[in-house]
Each structure stands twice: as structure tokens, then as C-alpha cells.
């Protein structure tokens, strides 16, 4: 099925893939709905280049998909079982594919290789991303698990494990939790965000492993959350559909996005323009301005939404005035213009009135001829 130009991309419990045109205000499914099942539900979601032609989705059964946004179909298909669970991130170095899955297993899939390149980087992840500026880097985290950094270049050890924070006022051991995590942009640090509410950003420069800055957020487990494209703010978002704004200079909350009304699953800043999008559970994908705190789009699109994609064009309206429409709108002027002139006929009950001004109809009106009646007739 042919998607229309799209700004976001969303991936569904479905299977389903949608994209989104904010300009025009549709939705399109760019997935066959006939044969879907549970197995295909859409865990994460990544663009195959730096161009944003192919979307990579990855499903709950282990096969990994290409979509070409230019051809409007899908391309590639490849089987990446290994390991147990759901895809918890997606990757793309050089011409290869990363993955890895809940059990721990990160794998790095070299097309035409005998052998892949296996990490195993500990039980119970949540979340696997890459870094954009430093693609063989790539950090993990989960539940019992903590932050590590890896670089797939040299993929023995980690190059950085954090350290666990000190024992609470009860001297018990604070648990682990990470849910989301990304680097900032520019820098080595990186920011997580726990289902303890807690807020971290780690250095791996620093002579320390435990987290240099740390912030609480609301009353509920936090579960997405993205950088702004300065790197001075991160969005974050939980599990009963509030996304604050915090600054990571002065460590406090800026102000909170309202209109949200399930958890929250994907999260994620415009590179350029001070927009964000969200998506969730009530099935409506939403997009807000970040310092005005305006809802400027909201879409429902009917199924459960996992993952999104925002393209990092900020020229919307331009590119949808396309020279097809363009030429479209010259050829229907001309048409007009090449028309004759119609005379208007105007029918009264006692004459036939025609006339014509420079080319241009224009009726005369005619008043009826009534004899006045005297005072005391």
C-alpha cells in the first residue's frame, strides 16, 4: 500500500507501520492488515540512513524489516532470532545491523558474513541505543541492570560501567531500573531514566561511575524519554501520560505537557525546530512546542503505539507544495481564461431584459410601472 509524504512514523502492537502527514492531517497504513497477528508487533523502530529513505522496523518475532519511504513498500526482510524476548533496540553501523533483545543477547549482523559479532551484555535489558555522533558506541541498560558503554570495535568489555548510588537513609540497597536512556548530543555523557522516577546522567570522562547528576520526576515509573537538540533539556515521560521538561544545567523542572492520557511508550525532539513528539498507549500520537507548551497536532490512530520515527526536516509546507501541483494550478487558469462569455438572460413577467458591459453580464432590474394610489380612493 502506497504512504503518503510523511513527517512521523509510528510502529503498533498491531504490526502495523503508519505514517503521518501533519500538513494535510492524514494517516496512511504502509503495512498489508490481512495477514498480521500478534507475533509482528512493532518493538523498536530506526532509520537505515542518514538520508531517511529506509525506516527499520523490528518485530516481537525476531524479523527485522526494511520499508523504502521513496518506493512506498517494503524491501527487506531479514530473520535476526537470537536470544529470548522482544527487540529492545535497533541499529545501523556501516552496512550492518544491530540488535539486541531482552535476554542480553547484541548481535551485529554483516551481510554475507560466516559469523556474527555476539556481546552479551547482561540479563533483564530494557533498553539498547546507539550513539549518533559515535556509531560504534552503543549503551544498554535494564532492570537490575546497569548503564554500561560499549564500543563494538573493541566489544570485550565495556568501556564504561556505572556504579550503583550509595545505600538510601535506611542503608538499604536503592534497586536498578533503567528504562530509557540517550547520549547527549556533542558529548560522551548520557542520560537514563529509571521506573523509580529518577533522572541520571552519567560521564564516562569522570573519575567517578556513579551518576553525576540526578532529578527526580513525578509519582509514577518513568518510561521514555529524549534530549533536546541543545542538549541543555531532556523530555521525560511515565506511566500515567505526564512528559516534563527538566533542565539538566540547574537540575529543576521547566514545566509539564498536558494532553496526555496513557503511558507514555516513545518520545521523541525535533533535531532542529523546538517540537516533540509523543506516542502511548491511548493510541493518539501528539506533537507539542517544547517552550511554548502548545499541542499543535493531535492524531488518533486507532491501535496502540510502541515506537515513532520524527523526520528531521523542519520545511513541512514547502515540500508539500510539490511543481506538480504547481503546474496543475497554472493549466486550470488558463482553462478559465480561455472561456467565453456567457450573457445572462433575466426573465420578468412583462419583458426580456439582455445586457452586456465590457464583456461581463450584469441584469437590469426592472421595477413595474404601478399607478399610485390617491389618499381616499
Request: proline letters at 2%; one cysteine or more; charged letters at 30%.
Amino acid at each position: 500500500m502506497a504512504c503518503i509524504r510523511s513527517h512521523v512514523w509510528v510502529g503498533t502492537e498491531t504490526g502495523i507501520l503508519k505514517g503521518i502527514n501533519l500538513v494535510k492531517k492524514q494517516a496512511a497504513n504502509c503495512t498489508d492488515v490481512s495477514s498480521l497477528n500478534r507475533e509482528q508487533e512493532i518493538s523498536v523502530m530506526c532509520w537505515g540512513d542518514t538520508q531517511e529513505s529506509e525506516v527499520l522496523i523490528g518485530c516481537r518475532d525476531g524479523i527485522v524489516k526494511v520499508y523504502s519511504v521513496e518506493k512506498s513498500k517494503f524491501t527487506e526482510c531479514h530473520d535476526f532470532r537470537g536470544g529470548e524476548g522482544s527487540f529492545c533496540g535497533l541499529g545501523v553501523l556501516n552496512n550492518a545491523i544491530i540488535t539486541c533483545v531482552e535476554s542480553g543477547l547484541l548481535k551485529v549482523w554483516r551481510e554475507g558474513a560466516s559469523e556474527n559479532l555476539e556481546v552479551q551484555v547482561g540479563a533483564g535489558v530494557q533498553k539498547m541505543c546507539q550513539c549518533d555522533t559515535q556509531r560504534v558506541k552503543v549503551g544498554t541498560g535494564g532492570k537490575e541492570n546497569d548503564l554500561k558503554i560499549w564500543d563494538l570495535q573493541r566489544p570485550e568489555e565495556p568501556i564504561f560501567r556505572a556504579k550503583n548510588v550509595r545505600n538510601d537513609w535506611l542503608d538499604l540497597r536503592v534497586p536498578i531500573w533503567i528504562r530509557d536512556l540517550e547520549f547527549i548530543p556533542e558529548t560522551d555523557k548520557i542520560v537514563s531514566c529509571t521506573s523509580y522516577r529518577q533522572v541520571r546522567i552519567y560521564d564516562p570522562n569522570s573519575s567517578q561511575r556513579r551518576p553525576v547528576f540526578e532529578v527526580l520526576y513525578g509519582e509514577e515509573p518513568l518510561t521514555a524519554l529524549s534530549i533536546t537538540s541543545d542538549g541543555r533539556s531532556v523530555l521525560v515521560g511515565n506511566s500515567h501520560g505526564n512528559i516534563g521538561v527538566i533542565d539538566l544545567r540547574k537540575g529543576r523542572l521547566l514545566h509539564s505537557l498536558k494532553g496526555c492520557a496513557g503511558s507514555i511508550r516513545s518520545i521523541q525532539c525535533h533535531k532542529s525546530m523546538s517540537l516533540v513528539a509523543s506516542c502511548g498507549l491511548d493510541r493518539f500520537l501528539r506533537i507539542h512546542h517544547i517552550n511554548e507548551k502548545e499541542l499543535l497536532h493531535k492524531v488518533y490512530l486507532k491501535s496502540r503505539l510502541n515506537c515513532l520515527l520524527l523526520t528531521s526536516c523542519d520545511k513541512w509546507e514547502e515540500e508539500d507544495v510539490s511543481p506538480i501541483v504547481n503546474e496543475m494550478k497554472e493549466e486550470t487558469d488558463e482553462v478559465w481564461d480561455a472561456m467565453e462569455t456567457v450573457v445572462e438572460k433575466i426573465y420578468n413577467k412583462r419583458q426580456l431584459v439582455t445586457s452586456e458591459t465590457n464583456g461581463q453580464c450584469s441584469p437590469t432590474v426592472l421595477v413595474s410601472k404601478k399607478k399610485k394610489k390617491k389618499i381616499g380612493d
